[in-house]
């Protein structure tokens, strides 16, 4: 059972961190911090004002960047190196004591899930922003902070549901990336042809 709420922990941090790491990150600080919900002592770490002032900071940084359409691309962009390594560490943190090559297979399956997410979040707000209307990005930019927040707190309080969650959410990407294949081979064929 502990190694299913790990995982839970794990994937739901990781995934929640694809779609914004520092607000991932300041919800991890601040828990910890306050004492919120009881949390193993590996998540100390993130129990740091500077660790909690930069991801506050970055968070109302990226709140504001991620609804200015093109702007937030860019910001996507740059992050598509840092919100997976971010995914990455939290997943490494998520285990505490445990052997290098745990944290190491720890590392890179937070990594792939934070990526996983952030591709799908960074697809999503490009096809967005060929609207000509700014409100569709700023209703996915809250829907995504929203998620964020949710994800984090289930994740805290209930790391199990958070599994069958991130669950869902990995085959709705996995979906999503192979109906976006398909209309990108489409388009290219209707234009070669």
Same mark, same amino acid.
Do not use: Q
């Given at each position: #059972? &502990?190694? @299913?709420?790990?995982?839970g922990r794990t994937?739901?941090?990781?995934?929640?961190?694809?779609?914004?790491?520092?607000?991932?990150?300041?919800i991890l600080g601040l828990t910890s911090h306050f004492g919120w919900v009881a949390l193993p002592a590996q998540f100390k770490v993130f129990d740091n004002p500077y660790i909690i002032g930069v991801a506050?900071? #970055?968070?109302?940084?990226?709140?504001? !960047? =991620?609804?200015?359409?093109?702007? =937030?691309?860019?910001? =996507?962009?740059?992050h598509t190196f840092i919100r997976p390594v971010g995914g990455?560490?939290?997943?490494?943190?998520?285990?505490?004591? /445990? /052997? &290098?090559? #745990?944290?190491? $297979?720890?590392? $890179?399956?937070g990594g792939t899930v934070a990526a996983s997410s952030h591709l799908t979040k960074a697809g999503t707000r490009a096809?967005?922003?060929?609207?000509?209307?700014p409100f569709s990005n700023?209703? $996915?930019?809250?829907?995504? =902070?929203?998620?964020?927040?949710?994800?984090? *707190?289930?994740? $805290?309080?209930h790391p199990l549901v958070a599994l069958v969650v991130v669950?869902? @959410?990995?085959? @709705? *990407? !996995?979906?999503?990336?192979r109906l976006l294949v398909r209309g990108v081979r489409r388009i290219l064929s209707v234009?070669?042809?």
């Open positions: #059972m &502990d190694a @299913l709420v790990t995982l994937l739901g941090f990781s995934l929640a961190a694809g779609v914004n790491l520092y607000a991932t990150v300041a506050l900071v #970055m968070y109302v940084v990226e709140f504001f !960047a =991620d609804k200015i359409p093109w702007f =937030d691309t860019l910001w =996507d962009a740059v990455a560490l939290i997943a490494a943190a998520t285990l505490g004591e /445990s /052997s &290098d090559a #745990m944290r190491v $297979l720890a590392a $890179l399956l096809v967005a922003n060929t609207s000509p209307e700023w209703l $996915l930019s809250l829907g995504e =902070d929203g998620l964020v927040i949710a994800l984090g *707190i289930l994740t $805290l309080r669950i869902a @959410l990995l085959v @709705l *990407i !996995a979906i999503f990336a234009k070669s042809g």
